[in-house]
């Protein structure tokens, strides 16, 4: 039974209201039954992928985000939340795609830059990754993951000086 406007829209709502509360199930399914009807409204299908990811459902997650990246081209959670999809399921190439579209729309957001580097490593891009993690703590010096990941970097090529200067900002950052 095909859905008005009104209807998607109080749907909708029931569905947001779900999702706050932390019923992810009920919520999906208000989310699919809104694609359903309206499979090209891009944030219906980031809704949908958005509570799949919070059920741990990467693989069903994936192609809801995938369209709403396509409708929502200029959506920074759109991008980032199909990366944090694609880096679960090991696609770190098609995250980096990803990524790089959204850090082209938010230049400045320290944790792209950091999953990033996270992709770049996953990939064995050992320096490219370090520079990533580097632009993360210029614009958050204290972001705990990239000091983290840069630290272990770091160890990795035997740099202990600044792997444990990292590890103690990471310490007294983060108490």
Not at 150 to 164: P, Q, S, T, V
């Given at each position: 039974?095909?859905?008005?406007?009104?209807q998607?829209?109080?749907l909708g709502?029931?569905?947001?209201?779900?999702a706050?509360?932390?019923?992810f199930?009920?919520?999906?399914?208000?989310?699919?039954?809104?694609v359903e009807?309206?499979?090209?409204m891009?944030?219906?299908?980031?809704?949908?992928?958005?509570?799949r990811?919070?059920?741990?459902?990467?693989a069903e997650?994936?192609?809801?985000l995938?369209?709403a990246?396509?409708?929502?081209?200029?959506?920074v959670?759109?991008?980032?939340n199909l990366?944090?999809?694609?880096?679960?399921?090991?696609?770190?190439?098609q995250?980096?795609?990803?990524?790089?579209?959204?850090?082209?729309?938010?230049p400045?957001?320290?944790?792209?830059?950091?999953n990033?580097?996270?992709?770049?490593?996953a990939l064995?891009?050992a320096e490219?990754?370090?520079?990533?993690?580097d632009?993360?703590?210029?614009?958050?010096?204290?972001?705990?993951?990239?000091l983290s990941a840069?630290?272990?970097?770091l160890?990795?090529?035997?740099e202990?000086?600044g792997?444990l200067?990292?590890?103690?900002?990471?310490l007294?950052?983060?108490?």
């Amino acid at each position: 039974m095909p859905l008005n406007d009104q209807q998607i829209q109080t749907l909708g709502r029931d569905a947001l209201q779900r999702a706050a509360a932390g019923d992810f199930t009920s919520a999906e399914a208000m989310f699919a039954r809104i694609v359903e009807a309206r499979p090209n409204m891009g944030q219906a299908l980031h809704l949908l992928g958005q509570v799949r990811l919070k059920l741990g459902r990467f693989a069903e997650a994936r192609e809801p985000l995938e369209r709403a990246a396509q409708f929502l081209p200029r959506d920074v959670a759109a991008q980032t939340n199909l990366a944090g999809c694609l880096m679960q399921l090991g696609r770190h190439e098609q995250a980096l795609a990803a990524l790089t579209k959204a850090a082209k729309l938010k230049p400045e957001d320290a944790a792209i830059a950091h999953n990033t580097g996270r992709s770049l490593e996953a990939l064995g891009r050992a320096e490219e990754a370090e520079r990533a993690y580097d632009l993360a703590l210029s614009i958050d010096h204290r972001l705990l993951p990239a000091l983290s990941a840069r630290a272990e970097l770091l160890a990795a090529r035997g740099e202990w000086a600044g792997a444990l200067a990292d590890l103690e900002t990471a310490l007294v950052s983060q108490p």
